[in-house]
């Protein structure tokens, strides 16, 4: 899935910014990338972008209306079709993150059929991919994964790229979340692939490269998670990672979701991460531990930090509060 930029951010009628949290995603990791917003009226989410009309915004070279905004159900408002369907009509394409698909409003597919316009439904992949095979590949790569779901591994992901590009390093973000493609204008919905293809899915993602080169691939789900752990190891075994990253909530008590979980420690979750990898790297590391410590104050984020990092011997950081420094000057 290759996403055209710049893009133009639809909020729609978001009730409140949380609805609009993918466009406040996309505009945050990829401002430059982000022409201006369009608002239907009432719309309370606001980017601080230039607010623009779809006919403002194929002037000013669009190539991609991002639907930024989600409602409850995961579809399509009838009150958002109008204007999107102007905005295939005036030359733009349509990408969004939602259970619904662009391509079954009949509409849009109507407008999109006769303008040759692309609709992208991130969160379904239309391509086919092979079964893994794990064979070695060139490139270097590292995976962000997690004691348990939402657990920062987007973020954590997004932010080695950064800090990995301000020091001259070839590194490449790889998406496999919704969000995640919206963000990098590329990428697979893993958790959409059938499961026999996760894998192979993760080797198309991050094919063989040049040996400098770094592939950061965005985790998901966990190990531990009864209900995701499935895609994990898939995407474990098809990243085949140089390096994997620990991302961790330290104020969480239970497994999202199923509180008779209770959340494993780290050391239990780096262990079997690093044997789930081993299977097809067998010199795979635990680069750091990326904490998110957004429920603490300020200093007691940094203790927990420091104490981690001091039981476990591996760098420790939140990505937000600190940065990611540490964990690139560990890698070797």
Known sequence: MDIKRPYLMFLGDAPDELAAKTAYGVAEWRPD??????????????????????????????????????????????????????????????????????????????????????????????????????KKRAGRRILTSGTDVSSGKKYTALALEAEMKKRGMNADFRATGQTGVLIAGSGTAIDAVVSDFISGAVETLAPENTPDHWDVIEGQGSLFHPSYSGVTMGLIHGAQPDYIVMCHEPTREHVRGLPHYKLPTLEECIEANLWAARRTNPAVKCLGISLNTWKLNEADALRVIAETEKRLGLPTVDSIRTGTGKLVDAIR
């Not at 623009?52 to 009838?78: L, P, Q």
């Not at 999107?84 to 409003?105: F, K, N, S, T, Y």
């Open 33 to 134: 990338w982000c022409v201006g917003q369009f608002r239907l009226p009432g719309c309370k989410a606001d980017l601080k972008l230039k607010d623009m009309t779809m006919a403002e915004a194929a002037a000013a070279g669009v190539k991609t209306v991002i639907v930024g905004v989600a409602n409850r159900g995961g579809v399509f408002s009838d009150a958002w079709v109008d204007v999107l369907v102007e905005a295939l009509e005036r030359g733009m394409d349509l990408a969004a993150g939602l259970h619904g698909r662009l391509r079954d409003v009949p509409r849009l597919k109507a407008a999109a059929e006769k303008g040759a316009r692309a609709m992208h439904d991130v969160r379904h992949p239309t391509r086919t991919f092979p079964v893994g095979n794990g």
